[in-house]
């Protein structure tokens, strides 16, 4: 199988990993240095994950676990995708975890080169990929061939960006700039004669960029709106390959809510 081990292979140009035809092969999470013009980086070939129907299996279990912890300790996840499988449960599920961890995030699309191509194909299979990861959607997508090394290359500027975005920190005078435009664009929603008015917002950490948005009313500040306050973040900061956090306080208030 030529996936996540045969990828750090390419890249170290030795055979750091060991490659099989049998999915999961890789048992333990590998940490491989590698530097190169674009920077240093430490790879972790994370412990495979079989058919779910075999995730009961005691050592099955022990690779979720260690590719979890895999996850904890990254900075940027690349997600890869066999290119003939498609998005499977599994993909999701890992995807979800490093989402949820609120890391960069890459999706690489494997086997590119074993796929036939006609007008459009490309197009559509990243259009799918979105489909099914609908809450990545903010994730790069890929096309590579781990085996022939096909655009392997591509993918240290695209970590070193994704790195950059997920810890990015922005002035307070210019994210509250965003939200007044945002406001002046869509206004916010009302309920029973009372509209939301948002008050200030500010960062309040990085990796991934978490915002504190201050408000008279929580309840108002429907799912919606946060989406849309998060989008245009994102049209004007970038923040591509990252998730986007949003804190929701009252003036006064010491609990939170966070999407």
Known sequence: MYGKSSLVNKILNEERAIVSDIAGTTRDALDSPFENEHGK????DTAGIRK?????????????MRTLLAIERADVCIVMIDANDGVTDQDAKILGEAHEAGKGIIIAVNKWDEIEKETGTLEKFKKDVYNKLSYAS???IVFISAKTGQRV?????????V???NSLRLSTSVINEVINEAISIV????????RLKILYATQASTKPPTFVIFVNNKSL?????QRYIINCFRNNFGLEGTPVRLIIRERGEKNNTKI
């Open 41 to 44: 980086y430490v790879f972790i």
């Open 52 to 64: 779910k129907a075999k995730v009961n299996e005691r050592i099955e279990k022990f690779s979720v």
């Open 138 to 140: 903010y994730a790069p």
């Open 153 to 161: 290359n591509n993918l240290f500027e695209m970590i070193n960006n």
């Open 163 to 165: 790195a950059s975005q």
């Open 187 to 194: 206004q916010p929603p009302t309920d029973k004669g009372r």
């Open 221 to 225: 500040f429907h799912f919606s709106y």
